[in-house]
């Protein structure tokens, strides 16, 4: 259960008596959980009918605790059983009108479809090339222009990984640092190196016969993601002399 966040003014202080928050107190309120989540992702989120704030006259938006309990369950789900935002919002609604359903389990979307996944093939949440500029706030030319450098690619059906929008979302952040795009394609060959080396010391589980062990490969790819992760922004943190709260 998320808190609302409580003394201070402005931008990120709660609303109004009445406990309604502003977006940037929500941001504040999931980031503990959610460190990449970003007011673009919450906007689009709303977009795709996932939550439904009030709006003051002057057209501001105003979270409830119910609409930021909701946004965790919706960023949660994506998170860890990787479903495509049209499910989440149909269990969700089903949940609130008091019906008993087991949360789904699905596999690759196709024309938009989720498809059953069979025991062996991983879950890919997906997003469409429209969904996917209007969640970052880019131009069909801006997307054309990363691609051309590698930091983001489609799938081979056109659509994107969700993790497009966090990739795209930072990338306009660093943007206002004056940091283009192209400066980026350092990271991003960092990055194939980290994914390859990850790749190299899982590929034994993968290939394996028993199911229950490749089923165990992704579980370790996880794991040693998140590993790579974290030593790549000690990495940076300690040859900039800095440290990150």
């Not at 500029?133 to 222009?145: F, H, M, S």
């Not at 229950?212 to 922004?233: C, I, P």
């Amino acid at each position: 259960m998320f808190q609302t966040p409580s003394g201070g003014a402005g931008h990120g202080a709660a609303a109004t008596d009445s406990g309604l928050m502003s977006i940037g107190a929500v941001l504040n309120a999931l980031r503990d959980e959610f460190p990449d989540i970003t007011i673009s992702k919450i906007r689009f989120l709303e977009s795709e009918g996932l939550v439904e704030p009030r709006r003051t006259p002057a057209g501001y938006r105003k979270f409830s605790a119910h609409d930021v309990e909701r946004l965790g369950h919706v960023l949660r789900m994506q998170r860890d059983h990787y479903l495509p935002l049209k499910v989440i919002r149909e269990h969700l609604d089903a949940v609130e009108r008091g019906e008993a359903v087991a949360l789904p389990r699905v596999g690759r979307q196709r024309d938009g479809e989720a498809v059953p996944e069979s025991a062996d093939s991983p879950t890919v949440a997906r997003i469409g090339r429209d969904e996917l500029l209007a969640a970052a706030g880019i131009g069909d030319q801006e997307l054309k222009e990363w691609e051309s450098y590698g930091l983001l690619a489609p799938l081979p059906d056109g659509a994107y990984d969700a993790e497009a929008v966090t990739v795209a979302s930072l990338v306009v952040q660093l943007g206002r640092f004056g940091i283009e795009p192209r400066h980026l394609r350092v990271m991003k060959a960092a990055a194939d190196r980290e994914a390859g080396l990850v790749d190299q010391v899982v590929a034994p589980l993968k290939r394996h016969r028993n199911p229950q062990t490749r089923a165990h490969a992704e579980a370790r790819t996880k794991e040693l993601a998140g590993l790579a992760v974290r030593l790549h922004a000690a990495l940076v943190q300690t040859a900039l002399g800095v440290r990150l709260p």
